[in-house]
């Protein structure tokens, strides 16, 4: 079980931005995959955790670019003008989602 979660994590976090970004934009999918799986930049606030990594810990709620005032900031990035704010927003926003599935495979071991 171990071994599947953390390829759903580290495939959702890598590989699916890219696969987002090609039914989003094919045209110029490889920029707009780069910019989706920049949206992992998030991740910063677990520098700000003590301790830093726990596995046991579900990232929502908990980090503060990983809470929901910062779910409605995404949400509300989907709004701008600028494609690449869009796309980092739905990195975002599904980086949440990659995460939120974690939580729920911790209580599953």
Known sequence: MAL???ALHYGGH???PFLIARALRAK???????VVASANLIDLDHLLADPMFDPDRCSIGFHPLHGW????VYC?????????VRAFAVGALWHLAVDLGDCGMQNWS
């Open 4 to 6: 599947l979660q953390i």
């Open 14 to 16: 890598w590989l699916v």
């Open 28 to 34: 110029n999918w490889l920029r707009a995959g780069l």
């Open 69 to 72: 005032l910062a779910a409605g």
């Open 76 to 84: 509300a990035m989907l709004l701008m003008p600028k494609w690449w």
